[in-house]
């Protein structure tokens, strides 16, 4: 019995302990709104507000099931901020605040959720939530971020930002947008120490903007338009198997673990000129994926500046005994995809034998270096000697230039066909 020997019935949420608002079954927190248009409309959202100024001065942050229009907190110190089943109709702000942890699971957040400069000193969760777009702007989670089963349009984490466990936002819904953004003219990285858990979802665009990762990128089942990696860091390793993307472009990325697109299907390009890979396997894996795509696109130049890096990072992996005389091949002959070296590789070769045949002069007579470079020429290209004749030693020198000059050409119809006849 409440005050005068009225019965006070407190509200039907069950773990609420406050009063019914009116003749309703429910809080005033509890309570849904009318339609917008509806004469109560304004009154019940003001004492709703009122109702969660008092929540904020008795420093009670537990808004679990609430239903209000906007809210916003700022300048705060506290243990935790519950929005768990709450349905936030308008914008939600956190700002400038240093809590424990911040709960959203199975809350419907309809408009814009700010985060901005928030020291979350455990995880922030939004299991199972539905929301529209969430953004983060210098947030440091000092533990996890959960965003399993979530269904929502845009994510954007920006300004720097840190997270000290891991990343989880499996099974996600309808996303068109994810980027994380650092602030390069700051130099702060958004920098996350665990493992990032991307796949399994089905979204448009992942945007990956001077970011650090120390664990594992997984985007394994990931179905998407474009991946984008930009000035990025990745200590792990990066997982594509199973994953069904569009485009994948890395730009100034720089990955030391391994990379694995076992199954991957990629309908349009792989650019990655400007990766930096510490593990030689990732970056034979990597080329070959997008020498292949190159390849199906119709576009060869490219193909072939892959098939280059690919064929050198698998060189490299070798014994040394097969490494190192493989350089004259990739830098002389530039694996047939560069006939610019081969050319400039054979005039050297004869111009060697030039040199050699002028010392002491080495043909059948005392010539000039034209006549001494015609020779060579001939002794390189054709089966014969021309009209000139080795005496001595220049006979051995001569015997090596045709050998070279037989495999040179061999060399020459190698490289023509790969390159010009595919």
């Known amino acids: 019995m409440g005050k005068w020997g009225i ?12 009063n019914v608002f009116e003749n309703n079954d429910e809080c005033i927190l509890h309570l849904e709104f009318p339609d917008e248009n509806d004469a109560d409309f304004e009154r019940i959202k003001s004492e709703k507000d009122k109702k969660v100024q008092e929540k904020i001065k008795n420093r009670n942050f537990n808004f679990e099931g609430s239903i209000l229009y906007r809210i916003k907190l700022e300048g705060l110190k506290t243990h935790e901020i519950n929005f768990c089943k709450a349905k936030i109709i308008n914008n939600i702000y956190l700002e400038k605040i240093d809590v424990s942890d911040v709960l959203f699971d199975n809350a419907t957040l309809k408009r814009f959720t700010f ?23 210098n947030v440091t989670i000092n533990e996890d971020w959960e965003c399993e089963n979530i269904e929502l349009e845009f994510l954007r984490f920006e300004e720097g930002g840190y997270v000290g466990g891991f990343i989880f936002f499996g099974g996600m819904k309808n996303v068109r947008s ?11 990285k958004i920098e996350i120490v665990g493992d990032v858990f991307l796949g399994n979802e ?26 984008l990696l930009n000035k990025t ?57 997008a020498k292949n795509r190159w390849n199906v696109l119709g576009d060869r130049e490219e193909a072939d500046y892959y098939f280059y890096r690919e064929m050198e990072a698998k060189r490299v992996q070798k014994k040394w005994y ?36 002028s010392t002491q002069s080495g043909i059948n007579a005392d010539l000039g270096f034209f006549s001494y470079f015609y020779s060579s020429v001939v002794t390189a290209i054709t089966p014969g000697f021309g009209t000139y004749r080795p005496e001595g030693i220049y006979q051995l020198f001569a015997s090596i230039e045709a ?20």
């Open 202 to 227: 089905l979204m448009g665009n992942l945007d990956l903007n001077f970011v650090k990762i120390d664990g594992t990128l997984h985007l394994d089942g990931l179905k998407a338009n474009n991946v």
């Open 322 to 357: 097969f490494r190192y005389p493989e350089v004259i091949i990739q830098y002389c002959f530039g694996y047939g995809v560069y006939p610019e070296r081969f050319i400039i590789t054979w005039f050297s070769i004869i111009l060697v034998f030039t040199a050699i045949y």
């Open 403 to 422: 050998i070279v000059g037989t495999f040179m050409w061999a060399a020459f119809i190698a490289t023509f066909t790969r390159k010009y006849m595919r």
């Open 115 to 137: 985060l901005k400069e928030v020291n979350i000193w455990r995880n922030l969760s939004f299991k199972d939530t539905k929301a529209y777009t969430i953004i983060l702007k």
């Open 233 to 289: 860091e990745i200590k792990g390793n990066i997982w594509f198997s199973r994953s069904e993307l569009v485009d994948i472009n890395f730009n100034e990325v720089e990955i030391k673990g391994e990379t694995n697109f076992h199954t991957a299907k990629i309908a349009g390009k792989l650019d990655c000129k400007k990766v930096k890979f510490e593990n030689l396997s990732a970056a034979e894996e990597t080329n070959r994926v």
């Open 178 to 188: 994810i980027r994380f953004k650092g602030n390069e003219d700051l130099d702060k």
């Open 7 to 18: 019965e006070v019935v407190e509200c039907q949420y069950d773990g609420c302990n406050e």
